[in-house]
Nanobody, 124 residues
Framework: QVQLIESGGGLVQAGGSLRLSCAAFGRTFTSAGMGWFRQAPGKEREVVAAIDSKGGATYYADSVKGRFTISRNNAENTVTLQMSTLKPEDAAVYYC?????????????????WGRGTQVTVSS
């Protein structure tokens, strides 16, 4: 079992940066592939970035490549999403997710645990 708590969301101007953090509670964090998803109003939830259990492999959606960076600290049981050059279309509720497998997981059905989400608002 893994409990996930996101933080770091807020209001930022277009072009600005935000850093989202996800604190994981559970003995299996270090063996879990992790991901960040987002859901904007009226849209389906989509994967933003993912990282394998050791932090050696990462995945980014095309829409955020070069602007977002996912990382993890297994000693502190945290995963972070650094977001830069934010655009209005990045506005959404961002969710942290954990999979019950250590590899890079990029599809939503393979994630077993979810946080409650944190709101990111980008003003133009």
């Amino acid at each position: 079992q893994v409990q996930l708590i996101e933080s770091g969301g807020g209001l930022v101007q277009a072009g600005g940066s935000l850093r989202l953090s996800c604190a994981a509670f559970g003995r299996t964090f270090t063996s879990a592939g992790m991901g960040w998803f987002r859901q904007a109003p009226g849209k389906e939830r989509e994967v933003v970035a993912a990282i394998d259990s050791k932090g050696g492999a990462t995945y980014y959606a095309d829409s955020v490549k070069g602007r977002f960076t996912i990382s993890r600290n297994n000693a502190e049981n945290t995963v972070t999403l650094q977001m830069s050059t934010l655009k209005p279309e990045d506005a959404a509720v961002y969710y942290c997710a954990a999979a019950s497998r250590p590899d890079l997981v990029t599809t939503e059905p393979r994630y077993n645990y979810w946080g409650r989400g944190t709101q990111v608002t980008v003003s133009s």
